[in-house]
């Protein structure tokens, strides 16, 4: 029998859910540009490229804050 505070606790603390992403607001923004045009990404692109940068961005200071840390200390 799982105890409820399991059950509410991530398996992984990296392990991140898209809306604790600072790039949720341009993740949202594009799924809803995609509901508002029926799936036509070519009217969408602005967004993407957004969102893609923004990724990029929290990608590489992840991998700044990385460098940083070490397994062994």
């Known amino acids: 029998m799982a105890t409820s505070t399991s059950a509410s606790a991530p398996q992984y603390q990296s392990a991140a859910r898209i809306s604790d992403s600072p790039c949720f607001p341009q993740y949202t923004a594009s799924l809803k ?30 991998l700044e ?6 397994f062994f200390s």
């Not at 009217?43 to 957004?50: G, I, L, M, R, T």
């Open 33 to 62: 540009c995609l509901e508002e045009f029926s799936s036509d990404k070519s009217k969408c692109q602005e967004h993407f490229d957004v969102y893609k940068e923004c990724k990029k961005k929290e990608r590489e200071a992840r």
């Open 65 to 70: 804050r990385n460098k940083t840390r070490s």
